[in-house]
């Protein structure tokens, strides 16, 4: 005969829960990375955004989300291409803070060309956004998070993380080497509560994939509709694009205490892609 649950467990929480953490959220003046400040916002979480962007429109997002979710929201305009930039961001949320408890690695760009085109200066801008500087950053707060027995190091990779598409070389390189970090994060980290995951978007509508709808219909040679039917949805079963409110609920959830066993995984939010 089954014995009733422990009443702990009868009132655990359902939802993530944040109150009184602090995160930075790399690149997140649009797309995903503001999906995921809003949403760890939401759960009660202090956040520093960060990113390029008109600093009228930012200071707007900025104040937004503050006064929408009553928590603190400040602003770091760091360029994380170079790691004096990342430094920089990383010691002010410190500065304005006093630690930082969730870090986001969400800052990326794409290029799209066949490889003996590629540019060389893309290559070198991709590698250093979308993988070093996540380096940089978890480097240096991760001796702070073990020390605080508390920490969530959460890497934007991609589906491209977990497998290819022809003409992004630089991008496909980064985010498996994305996963990668993020597996050596959570060994080092997992007897002091620190948690490191990736999660592995496939197709979510942002200004990214606006851009690269152009650059794949001259990549491929064909019109604009057919780039978003035959290739950027073709390989995603359920025929649509992922919300960045989908990405932020992972991400919040990850952070939060129901996540504290999840560490050193590739969550794929990709419609069954990498399900082929
Ligand atoms: P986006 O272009 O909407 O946002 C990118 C963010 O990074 C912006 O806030 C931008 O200002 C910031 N940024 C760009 N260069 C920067 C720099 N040098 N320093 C600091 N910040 C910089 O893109 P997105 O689609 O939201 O992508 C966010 C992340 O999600 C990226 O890592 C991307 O690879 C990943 N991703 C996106 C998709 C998708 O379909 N959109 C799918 C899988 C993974």
Known sequence: MNSLPPVDVLKSPV????AGKI?????????????????????????????????GAVEETRRQLAETHRVEVFYDDSNLMDPVGVADLMNNAVDVFGRVDILVNNAGIQHVAPI???????WDAIIALNLSAAFHATRAVFGAMKANGYGRVINIASAHGLVASPFKSAYVAAKHGLIGFTKTIALEGAEFGVTANAICPGYVWTPLVEKQIDEQAIAHGIPRDQVVRDVLLASQPNKRFATVEEIGGLAAFLASGLGASITGSALPVDGGWTAH
């Open 15 to 18: 939802a993530a829960d944040l």
């Open 23 to 55: 995160a930075v959220v790399t690149g997140s003046t649009s797309g995903i990375g503001l999906g995921i400040a809003a949403a760890l916002a939401k759960a009660g979480a202090s956040v520093m955004i960060n990113g390029l962007g008109d600093a």
């Open 116 to 122: 003996e085109e590629f540019p060389v200066d893309r």
